[in-house]
């Protein structure tokens, strides 16, 4: 989203009818309370879910916490997804949140970290010019934003139709296999994804399906445009082993 709140209200009023469900892929950068933000997307009749990027963080505490404090989100607070599967339309969908951050796990290598819970012994790790104020926030903000192993497992233990993420999977040339590995255990078929402001659809050789969304773009899980966003980014070659589609 990036706070282009402009285009969901310009595209919600051109639609023949409203929708029925809406996920938002993160970085929505919240200034205000998610439940002000998403007013005229509830005030359609639609339910709406959502999962974190990596700039939901950007703003601090506070721009966290108008994206994920129950108390100041009552009305969309429980729409939050990340390491969930939900029934939404008919289909199961699961979230996975955040981005890679190499103090946790930079795939292809293996993880640093498995669960949050590591964060304090790590500590030793960051050396004498770190205040404590600074460690501080670096462990709230890995432990928001970043995609821990035990958040993939937990998910790999569950059965999805489609999974839907922040980070990409290996069908754009920047995104991580580890994604497409996650859709095959729980036996999703389609990755949905945001955070390289591009909309494209892909299918891997083995029959796996992924659909890029551009930023404020409106995209069906059939990859019908709802309506435009943002200006779209540049994609370039399909990795091997992933088709582009028209």
Known sequence: MHRRWEHVQRGLVALPRPPRHVVLLGDMECHEPLDALTAPIRAAGATLHWIFGNHDYDGGPEMWANLADPALNPL??????HGRVVEIGGLRVAGLGGTFRPRVWHP??????YGRAELPADRASLGPGWSEQAIGALEHSLGAM???????????AQRADVLVTHEAPSSHPSGVAVLDD???RMGARLVIHGHHHIGYRARHQDGLEAQGVGAAWAMCQLGQ????????????????GWEYLP
């Open 76 to 81: 969309t607070s429980g729409g939050a997804l």
């Open 182 to 184: 996650l859709a095959r």
């Open 108 to 113: 292809p290598n293996p993880p640093r970290l």
């Open 146 to 156: 970043a995609i821990w192993p035990e958040d993939v497992e937990a998910l790999a």
């Open 225 to 240: 445009v709802h309506w435009p966003g943002e200006k779209e980014r540049w994609l370039g070659r399909s990795p091997a």
